[in-house]
């Protein structure tokens, strides 16, 4: 008898996780925003590059801080906030963010632009597409970016749905993708050291590849990483090689305590 227990029970665990496998929920449960006015929103960010040849000593720029949003209305299409921007050994500074038509257009001050940054404190359509009304563990979408964006150029990516809370309404998901071309603000001389001396070379990108892992809570971006490569050529009236470009950026959700 017991051991008809345990199969049954066996079983009926087996049933339920592979009715959890197939089980969809509405993308909007995970993407569009959720806020209340006067709530603070911080994260934590780092963004490193850096160019490895066999011709010259690795160079390797980094940059990192924080940013925390205070909620000023919180349109889920159109949401507002007061910035306050600390990237460290430069001044603080200060704006007024708005966003809308899905992220793909952020405000500083009034200023409007497209926003081409590879991640952020909001779900941005420019980046990651528009999702299936239904979403489940497994599924995928592709998605175009159309232009020039911070760890890539024009191409396509491959979102995929990796694992669900649904309760608490948390996603992750996997984006790859690759490009060809130059980033949005993307460096076109680079200053290397050779035999001791400064050289300046002209920078010709190849194809881009980029993969990574993003958590969304409520259309809140709570951990985000993504590592992009590429093969670049670079010259100079006297000297061409070649260097192994790798550009990365980590992003989390901090509390903001005071």
């Not at 192994?244 to 989390?252: A, G, S």
Request: glycine letters at 10%; a neutral charge.
């Amino acid at each position: 008898m017991k051991r008809i227990i345990l199969s049954t029970l066996f079983c009926t665990l087996a049933l339920f996780a592979c009715a959890q496998e197939g089980k969809h929920y509405n993308s909007s449960d995970f993407f569009k925003l959720n806020t209340v006015v006067g709530e603070k929103l911080g994260n934590i960010f780092t963004r490193t590059i850096s160019f490895k040849s066999d011709d010259f000593p690795e160079i390797v720029y980094r940059v990192g801080g924080t940013g925390i949003y205070t909620v000023t209305k919180n349109d889920p299409n159109a949401p507002e906030f007061n910035g306050v921007f600390r990237y460290d050994g430069r001044p603080e500074s200060h704006s007024k963010v708005a966003m809308n038509n899905g992220g793909k257009t952020v405000s500083y001050d009034g200023k409007a632009s497209t926003n081409t940054d590879g991640s952020g404190v909001l779900y941005n359509s420019l980046i990651w597409g528009n999702p299936p009304p239904k979403i489940g563990k497994g599924d995928t979408w592709e998605t175009t970016i159309p232009q020039p964006w911070e760890l890539g150029g024009a191409g396509t990516q491959t979102i995929t749905v990796m694992d669900i809370d649904a309760p608490n309404h948390m996603v992750r998901l996997k984006r790859e993708g690759g490009a060809e071309g130059f980033y949005d603000g993307d460096i076109k001389q680079l200053s290397i050291s050779k035999d001791g001396k400064p050289l300046k070379m002209s920078m010709t990108p190849g194809a881009t590849h980029w993969v990574g892992y993003t958590i969304f809570k409520n259309g809140l971006v709570i951990s985000d990483e993504l590592m992009s490569t590429r093969t670049v050529t670079l010259t100079s009236d006297s000297l061409k090689c070649t260097a192994q470009q790798r550009e990365y950026i980590l992003l989390n959700a901090m509390p903001v305590t005071d």
